[in-house]
């Protein structure tokens, strides 16, 4: 690998690469945005659901919540780690953006980011009580499932190994919210609110996926940082979906 075409191939080919001081310079911008939406996602998630633990309606719901708003928090400061090997300012960085600001909740941002961070566009929204965020923790904890897939083999080895760890659980926020869900729709009050809260979150999230027939994503393609189209990831979640809120009579 004497220059960056022959990397370049290498990548293209399934190779890995293991530290910053083999990384290009195109490769290693692409690979700082990817890490930088899901430090920032994570750390506007948890404070998201920081400002839920008080609707919970019960102990044991508070305690979902509490977890949940732990470990975003910690999967933050994990991959934050991992971008620090390539000299970012960690706590200049988490000290920068008010996670916890979101937009009216009647705004329409489509997938386009706001405030200057990289969260998702999802996370701009707020939420306006315990089945609100329920709903949106079951819709964006399977999207995050989906969006695992591709994570978990980006060819940054050492942020690789990182999503390895997070994945299960993240999968256990989702399965969290999955229980929740459960026994909101347990009555028919509950799952004709659960309904409002699914027609607001689900394009939003969906929003997320990104669009259909990418350019750039030809381009991570070619660096290893992603592997599946946008439309493939959206189809599977949206089957994820159908499948669980069929299962609840949603």
Not at 232 to 238: A, F, G, P, V
């Amino acid at each position: 690998m004497s220059d960056t075409m022959n990397i370049e191939d290498y990548l293209a080919q399934g190779g890995v690469l293991t530290a910053p001081g083999n990384v290009p310079a195109r490769y290693r911008g692409e690979l700082m945005r990817l890490m930088a939406s899901f430090v920032d996602s994570e750390l506007a998630a948890s404070a998201g659901f920081a400002s839920s633990i008080n609707f919970a309606p019960g102990i044991k719901e508070r305690i979902a919540a509490s977890r949940i708003t732990l470990e975003k928090a910690d999967h933050a400061e994990r991959v934050l780690a991992v971008m620090e090997t390539f000299g970012t300012d960690a706590n200049r960085y988490q000290a920068q953006h008010d996670w916890a600001a979101r937009v009216a909740r009647d705004a329409d941002l489509g997938a386009a980011r706001s405030g200057g961070d990289m969260r998702l566009s999802v996370l701009h929204y707020p939420i306006t009580g315990w089945t609100d965020a329920v709903v949106m923790n079951v819709l964006q904890g399977l999207a995050t499932g989906v969006q695992m897939t591709e994570l978990t083999r980006v060819s940054y080895g050492p942020l690789a190994e990182v999503f390895r760890e997070i994945a299960p659980r993240e999968a256990r926020h989702a399965e969290l919210g999955l229980e929740g869900l459960e026994q909101i729709a347990s009555t028919e009050a509950g799952k004709a609110a659960a309904r409002d809260a699914i027609a607001y979150w689900r394009p939003r999230v969906a929003a997320g996926f990104g669009v259909a027939g990418s350019a750039r994503y030809e381009t991570l393609k070619g660096f290893g940082l992603r592997h599946t189209p946008n439309e493939q990831l959206l189809s599977r979640w949206e089957a994820l979906v159908a499948e669980h809120l069929a299962a609840l009579g949603l």
